[in-house]
């Protein structure tokens, strides 16, 4: 047997040897860290894709104890380094293009189809929070060009794309995806706004790619981010993961970021108990919307 099948044997071997179970004490200190750093809550019923995600790393690594990997992750800078690797491991990126196409279609009825026609051309800003791949900045991008084409208006749309996953971010700033992955979006989007690279991989076109900027962002740091008023703010399967003061606290952040008269637009159902008094909630079905009022003049 060569070197590297013994290596490999070695490796798999290694892989496959069970790791040490995680008790009550450490479910929480992982918890706690996640909650802490992310915002994120982690109910106990959710302890195997805990252990799950954490397992596979700590193999990777060559860890068998939970609370050995927990010192190593929450040691100083190098913790810190290996954090950035883990986060991506814990966080949840399931998204689509086109993947709430109601929501969609409001933003065009209500906002797009009414911008009124103008010498300068329309500056529009867009924030997608909580971003993950890139599908729903990109679906937003897609959304805005159809419609200005439509209708002929001119302006600078500018979409910018958060997560706290610099992989997650790496993958949208790429814009690649597998045909699979193209199957929501509508007719002629493909051909129009993709790229065919073979081998069943298509990649956004340049034009598009570059209206989308994508940076990362915690959304527990939100006071520190230095955004220009948004004509929209989309928040969509991000807040679901927080507990209800954190949610409450983000969104009154949020509404901070819109200008008078913009958009926060959340997944339908998805919060029910939280109201803002410079917002008033558009009556559109199916959707869950909020608009920005002008801000009351001090007197
Ligand atoms: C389920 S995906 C939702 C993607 C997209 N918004 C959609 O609806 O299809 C949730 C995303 O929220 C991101 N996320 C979770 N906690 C975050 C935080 N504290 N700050 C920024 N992004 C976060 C995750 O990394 C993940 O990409």
Same mark, same amino acid.
């Given at each position: 047997?060569?070197?590297? /099948?013994?290596?490999?044997?070695?490796?798999?071997?290694?892989?496959?040897?069970?790791?040490?179970?995680?008790? /009550?004490?450490?479910?929480?200190?992982?918890?706690?860290?996640?909650? /802490?750093?992310?915002?994120?809550?982690?109910?106990?019923?959710?302890?195997?894709?805990?252990?799950?995600?954490?397992?596979?790393?700590?193999?990777?690594?060559?860890?068998?104890?939970?609370?050995?990997?927990?010192?190593?992750?929450?040691?100083? !800078?190098?913790?810190?380094?290996?954090?950035?690797?883990?986060?991506?491991?814990?966080?949840?990126?399931?998204?689509?293009?086109?993947?709430?196409?109601?929501?969609?279609?409001?933003?065009?009825?209500?906002?797009?189809?009414?911008?009124?026609?103008?010498?300068?051309?329309?500056?529009?800003?867009?924030?997608?929070?909580?971003?993950?791949?890139?599908?729903?900045?990109?679906?937003? /991008?897609?959304?805005?060009?159809?419609?200005?084409?439509?209708?002929?208006?001119?302006?600078?749309?500018?979409?910018?794309?958060?997560?706290?996953?610099?992989?997650?971010?790496?993958?949208?700033?790429?814009?690649?995806?597998?045909?699979?992955?193209?199957?929501?979006?509508?007719?002629?989007? !493909?051909? !129009?706004?993709?790229?065919?690279?073979?081998?069943?991989?298509?990649?956004?076109?340049?034009?598009? !790619?570059?209206?989308?900027?994508?940076?990362?962002?915690?959304?527990?740091?939100?006071?520190?981010?230095?955004?220009?008023?948004?004509?929209?703010?989309?928040?969509?399967?991000?807040?679901?993961?927080?507990?209800?003061?954190?949610?409450?606290?983000?969104?009154?952040?949020?509404?901070?970021?819109?200008?008078?008269?913009?958009?926060?637009?959340?997944?339908?159902?998805?919060?029910?108990?939280?109201?803002?008094?410079?917002?008033?909630?558009?009556?559109?079905?199916?959707?869950?919307?909020?608009?920005?009022?002008?801000?009351?003049?001090?007197?």
């Amino acid at each position: 047997m060569t070197v590297a /099948a013994q290596q490999d044997r070695a490796d798999k071997v290694w892989a496959r040897r069970d790791l040490a179970p995680m008790d /009550a004490y450490e479910f929480r200190q992982w918890s706690e860290l996640l909650e /802490a750093r992310t915002g994120i809550s982690l109910p106990e019923k959710r302890k195997s894709f805990l252990l799950s995600n954490l397992s596979i790393r700590m193999r990777e690594l060559g860890y068998q104890r939970y609370r050995d990997y927990f010192h190593y992750v929450t040691d100083g !800078r190098r913790g810190m380094v290996e954090w950035e690797i883990l986060v991506d491991r814990l966080t949840v990126h399931e998204t689509r293009f086109y993947r709430d196409p109601t929501a969609l279609q409001m933003l065009r009825e209500i906002w797009l189809d009414r911008l009124p026609a103008s010498e300068r051309p329309h500056q529009l800003r867009i924030w997608s929070v909580g971003c993950a791949t890139g599908e729903e900045p990109y679906s937003l /991008a897609m959304l805005v060009d159809d419609a200005l084409l439509t209708r002929g208006v001119r302006a600078y749309p500018a979409i910018t794309a958060t997560d706290i996953s610099a992989a997650a971010l790496a993958t949208g700033r790429e814009g690649i995806y597998p045909a699979n992955r193209l199957v929501n979006l509508p007719e002629g989007f !493909r051909g !129009r706004y993709f790229r065919d690279l073979g081998t069943n991989r298509y990649q956004v076109k340049d034009a598009l !790619r570059e209206r989308v900027c994508f940076a990362r962002l915690n959304l527990l740091h939100l006071e520190r981010t230095p955004l220009t008023p948004m004509d929209v703010i989309y928040c969509q399967n991000v807040l679901i993961y927080f507990r209800k003061p954190q949610r409450q606290r983000i969104l009154d952040r949020l509404v901070a970021h819109l200008r008078p008269g913009g958009l926060l637009v959340l997944g339908a159902g998805e919060i029910t108990d939280w109201s803002h008094p410079e917002t008033a909630i558009v009556d559109y079905p199916g959707t869950l919307v909020f608009r920005r009022s002008a801000p009351r003049s001090e007197s």
